[in-house]
């Protein structure tokens, strides 16, 4: 029992001193006074470690303290910017005007290209005058002409016809002299090829861009000769958007783009292997959009004897029509070929109503004489020749021209 109140005793001493202790410590933090945290800054120079903070007692900025640019500035060097940037781009439309190629008048091409045209064409024209021109004009000697002619594609009913014309007019008025007998030839070579025929380039409508479309068997210098007429049309002060409806080939696309970029044309151009017809409606409708003088439409090169083909180029005719009617439909003949240029324009024509004949190749043959058997055969005009690789060797076609070129001058 002893122990027992020994035991309290010392737990209630102990209980009695920890309270002493407690009040000690509250009474001393009360009569201690608080100081304040020392800023840096403002109480001593920072140091590495210091916050960075601005003290609560230094007076804050108001809206009215900050400078704030004037609307008007900006807006200034805006409007500068702007005007430097208009300022570049006419300098380099300006540039781009400078370096496009000015072609050669269209007028009077034919003319010019006459020297070639006749070296050409001697087995015709200056083989014909040889022939006619001889003392005894026998049967041995009709044959001849009759061969050359023949052999000059002039084709096999007109050749009957211009040797029954001569051997009658040979036998009435007796010509003989050089220069008769040229006149003669030359007459009766203007009746058979035709000088009555519009051969007009309908190239301008009123109110539209007129619309232009190519077509020609492979290698007959399609591709090349859209973008000769776009530098025809342009040397006429005209305005050209070309159409690279040939979306089998890509080489076909920038080849007529480049074309195009020499004369400042535009061109509309689509995906290898895509549809035709819809970069042609696409070109028609650009036509329109920057208000273009003409749009020349390059197709792709098809045999004629493809049946599928020809209906997919009668299709892009169609669709093109959407947009405003087909004012020309050219086909492109390869002169060299002879009378298979003659069954490639009959089926062409049934395909899509021909308009317009274009011979490319005439200086590089004999064979003069297609241009009248493809006009006697379809009744449709040759409005353009092709005479050289450069690129303003395509003339509008003049008759008399031509066969002045094929006879030579008269006075050598």
Known sequence: MEYVLIIIAIVVFGLVASAGLVLGTRRRHRDTPTRARPHPGVDYRPGVGDDAEIPRDTPRRTVETVDIPEPAVEADAAVEADAAAEDELYELELEREARLEVPAPAAGRLVRLRERLARSQN???????????????????????????LVADVGVVPTQELVASLRMRVKVLGARRPED???????????????????????????????????????????TTCGKIARLLVADDRTVVLGAADTFRAAAADQLETWGSRVGA????????????????EAARRGIGVGADTVVVDTAGRLHTKAGLMDELAKIKRVVTKIGPVDEVLLVLDATTGQNAVEQARVFTRAVDITGIVLTKLDGTAKGGIVIAVQRELGVPVKLVGLGEGPDDLAPFDPEAFVDALLGDPAT
């Not at 009746?191 to 190519?214: E, K, W």
């Not at 895509?274 to 409606?281: E, I, K, R, T, Y």
């Open 266 to 281: 535009q061109t509309v151009r689509g995906g290898e292997g895509g549809d035709p017809a819809s970069v042609a409606f």
């Open 181 to 223: 007998v040229r006149a003669l030839l030359r007459d009766e070579l203007l009746a058979q090829i035709g000088t009555s025929m519009d051969r007009t380039l309908h190239a301008t409508a009123d109110g539209r861009p007129a619309n232009i479309l190519v077509v020609g068997v492979n290698g007959t210098g399609k591709t």
């Open 123 to 149: 087995s015709l024209g200056r083989g014909l005058l040889l022939l006619l021109s001889r003392d005894n004009l026998d049967d041995d000697a009709w044959d001849d002409i009759e061969t050359t002619l």
